[in-house]
């Protein structure tokens, strides 16, 4: 089945930071969430188009962690 990643906006809390807004990805399978990566990113506009990215790619779920780590190293 064909995988449909989508961003997400959460409320985070960090000691430092306090309460802040993120955006991560939804694998979205079936009509329902197949795996979730939160607080990524606070660019939303980074994590959208990273999103889309990996659904136009057709990216196996199991590289999803992977390819996040390695957009955050270039980002």
Known sequence: MK?????FE???YSEEAGEYQAFGICAMRDGSCAARIADISLDRDFVLQLAQRCT???LALDHLLDVVEDALEVW
């Open 3 to 7: 995988i449909q990643y989508c961003m």
């Open 10 to 12: 959460s409320r985070e």
């Open 56 to 58: 136009q790619s057709e």
